[in-house]
């Protein structure tokens, strides 16, 4: 069912705004007010010039729409885009991997407590065993980062500065037929 899939969602928008100062402030109350959290900033330029910034954002998957109709109001859109990615597979596979990595270290331990052997016995079953646990530490790491990224969506929103912005205005009857012309 679509309620049992693992999807990770992005999206990037991209903004002009003639009212730069205090976007950042703006920024940090929205991603706050979705319970969402800040992972990147950068800004460049200087007042007086047009200034760019950029913000990587995470916020939870159940506030995504909400959360990318809201930061589009931050300025003039000048483009937006939404991708998704089903890793419910690879989710599902590292999950059971691990539940069999799991016993087979169960499996480990008991045969290292009842059969403690030759000293080769045991330094083999020990070693093995920490062959297993490198692997189901990486395993469960993967799926950590999986869960995090299923669980909280990404937004990159770019922001611009621009000084007296001007709508681009529609084009003129004679232009019109000059494209017509040129297309043909």
Not at 18 to 36: H, N, P, S, T, W
Request: proline share 2%.
């Amino acid at each position: 069912s679509t309620a049992d899939r693992k999807i990770i969602y992005s999206a990037t928008i991209q903004l002009m705004t003639e009212q730069f100062d205090g976007v950042g402030d703006r920024i940090a109350e929205l991603v706050k007010q979705f319970d969402g959290y800040v992972a990147d900033s950068r800004l460049s330029g200087t007042s007086g010039q047009n200034r760019r910034a950029s913000w990587k954002l995470r916020v939870p998957i159940a506030r995504f729409d909400e959360f990318v109709g809201r930061a589009k109001s931050l300025g003039e859109l000048v483009s937006a885009s939404t991708t998704s990615q089903d890793v419910s597979e690879e989710y599902f596979d590292v999950d059971a991997r691990i539940r069999n990595k799991t016993k087979e270290e169960e499996r480990l331990l008991t045969l290292l407590e009842d059969r403690p052997g030759k000293l080769e016995d045991v330094i083999a079953i020990e070693r093995e065993l920490s062959r297993v646990r490198e692997d189901l530490e990486r395993m469960q790491g993967r799926m950590r980062v999986l869960a995090d990224r299923t669980a909280l969506t990404t937004v990159q929103l770019e922001i611009a500065e621009v000084h007296e912005y001007l709508p681009a205005e529609s084009p003129s009857f004679a232009t019109r037929i000059r494209r017509a012309f040129e297309d043909s």
